[in-house]
């Protein structure tokens, strides 16, 4: 399939290693944020979410911290794997659910 | 559970022709989202249906693209005519709802415009 991003910054890690992706966000108003994994040739696949009365949230591999004093957001996968290669977008929610999306950075497991 | 289903999942055309794709949401999901997403960027927002209403179409250039969802289920969204900088992925996604509802996409289309 295609790539969804030719010209996007791009993070190589070695299988295993800890992988962190950053994102810097715009308005402080956002009350929830989202991390989106795109593989080449299919739509976004939602990872973990936010919201902005928190910190840090864990899901099985992944971690997402936010800080809202400087406006960034950041994803840790944990022991990266080959299937983690993709590119991943963070994007915030405004009013009615609707959602404003970064540049995307993609993922480059060496194995 | 479906995802959300989209057809075509390629398309050419030439400048100045026109255009349709079609959006089979998840089923019991009452909004509805287009997206384009134009090579190596991140998906923009085109249009966001609750049920067969339009909740916001602000970045939606209308004197080329229109888009329904006549029934509140499925959705079209055509482009007429279309022009070069139209070549990107249009993306359709719904949700539950428009209160802090996950987002699920579809596959997309990929469009050329030659």
């Known amino acids: 399939g295609e790539s969804v991003g030719l010209h996007l910054p791009t993070l190589s890690v070695q299988e295993g290693d800890n992988s962190i992706i950053n994102c810097a966000y715009s308005n402080s108003a956002s009350d929830y944020f989202i991390w989106y994994k795109q593989e080449s040739g299919k739509g976004p696949q939602f990872i973990i979410d936010i919201r902005s009365n928190m910190d840090k949230r864990q899901g099985q591999r992944v971690t997402v911290l936010l800080n809202k004093t400087v406006k960034h957001l950041s994803l840790q996968i944990a022991a990266t794997q080959p299937g983690d290669s993709a590119v991943y977008f963070c994007?915030?929610?405004?009013?009615?659910?609707?959602?404003?999306f970064g540049g995307g950075t993609r993922l480059m497991v060496k194995p | 559970e479906a995802g959300v289903a989209q057809s075509p999942r390629y398309k050419i055309i030439e400048k100045r022709q026109s255009v349709a794709f079609w959006c089979n949401p998840i089923s019991g999901h009452a909004t509805l989202y287009w997206y384009q997403q134009i090579l190596g960027q991140g998906p923009k927002l085109l249009i966001q249906f609750q049920n067969n209403g339009v909740v916001d179409d602000s970045q939606l250039p209308k004197d080329r693209f229109s888009a329904e969802r006549l029934k509140g289920v499925d959705s079209t969204l055509k482009i007429q005519p279309a022009k070069l900088e139209d070549s990107a992925v249009y993306l359709c996604?719904?949700?539950?709802?428009?209160?802090?509802?996950?987002?699920?996409f579809g596959p997309g289309t990929r469009l050329t415009v030659l």
């Open positions: 994007a915030e929610r405004g009013a009615g659910n609707m959602l404003t």
């Open positions: 996604a719904s949700s539950l709802g428009t209160a802090v509802n996950t987002q699920y």
